[in-house]
């Protein structure tokens, strides 16, 4: 079964910072486009940021530009989200995604992780 695997969410003050991973499973990523998307109750599921499948393009919401930094493993096949200076509004579901066109709407990606809680305590 293809599948991407998150994890690395947790519970965390305002001001702190938490690095999400995710990993595929199944099937090999290197050449796939990723992104990180994110819900919380009760809203639609929003872009985050999303990575090329070189590493050389990368696209962030204004919401956590400068703040957020997305990247690849070596392999190409996992990608990490690093989210430093979090705040309470970051609280959601964080879901990684994979596909073949760069796209910073859900539409453009097939593969999707169940998602991993984020909780950010003021």
């Known amino acids: 079964q293809v599948q991407r695997v998150e994890s690395g969410g947790g519970l965390v003050q305002a001001g702190g910072s938490l690095r999400l991973s995710c990993a595929a499973s199944?099937?090999?990523?290197?050449?796939?486009?990723m992104g990180w998307f994110r819900q919380a109750p009760g809203k639609e599921r929003e872009f985050v940021a999303a990575?090329?499948?070189?590493?050389?393009?990368?696209y962030y919401a204004d919401t956590v530009k400068g703040r957020f930094t997305i990247s690849r493993g070596n392999a190409k096949n996992t990608v990490y989200l690093q989210m430093n200076n979090l705040k309470p509004e970051d609280t959601a579901v964080y879901f990684c995604?994979?596909?073949?066109?760069?796209?910073?709407?859900?539409?453009?990606?097939?593969?999707w992780g169940q998602g991993t809680q984020v909780t950010v305590s003021s």
């Open positions: 990575i090329s499948w070189t590493g050389g393009r990368t």
């Open positions: 995604a994979a596909g073949l066109r760069l796209d910073t709407g859900p539409s453009g990606y097939n593969y």
């Open positions: 199944g099937r090999t990523f290197s050449s796939y486009n």
